[in-house]
């Protein structure tokens, strides 16, 4: 008695159902991989212009630290010190106060973007310098 050849052979490979699931799930895991890259890399592109404001409001109070004469502190408000480049806009504000019978001058420096989006909320720091 003999068998016929198809019954005896034990099965190989895959089937198409199972090769177009595989293919499915392929294609997902790539998607997210995907998306999860495009995300991480506008983080990391608005860390990058975080830290450049960051940076030009502490040059800026740097150079306030730094100016030579106290009774012409408020030039550092003029837009010659102010530049805007690489897509961030700083504005140095100078208030004096002598109130308190004292000059004391408070320092602020703003630095945002030209597009919001790289920066939704500006970087603010500020000084208080008080007349020798």
């Given amino acids: 008695m003999t068998i016929p050849f198809s019954t005896t052979r034990p099965r190989r490979g895959f089937t198409l159902i199972e ?3 595989a293919l499915v799930i392929l294609a997902g ?15 990391i592109r608005n860390s990058d212009v975080r830290n450049r404001a ?10 306030a ?3 030579p004469t ?14 805007t480049e690489n897509g961030l806009m700083s504005m140095t504000t100078v208030a ?4 308190a019978g004292q000059s004391i001058t408070r320092v602020t420096v703003q630095v945002s973007s030209v597009v919001s989006t790289n920066l939704p909320t500006p970087i603010v720091r500020s000084i208080i310098i008080a007349a020798p």
């Fill in 70 to 83: 106290f009774a012409t502190l408020s030039q550092l408000s003029a837009n010659r010190f102010n530049p």
């Fill in 29 to 43: 895991v790539v998607l997210t991989m995907g998306m999860g890259t495009t995300k991480f890399s506008a983080s």
């Fill in 96 to 99: 004096v106060d002598t109130s």
């Fill in 54 to 63: 960051q940076s030009v409001a502490d040059m800026q109070i740097g150079r």
């Fill in 65 to 67: 630290r730094a100016w």
């Fill in 19 to 21: 090769v177009m699931i």
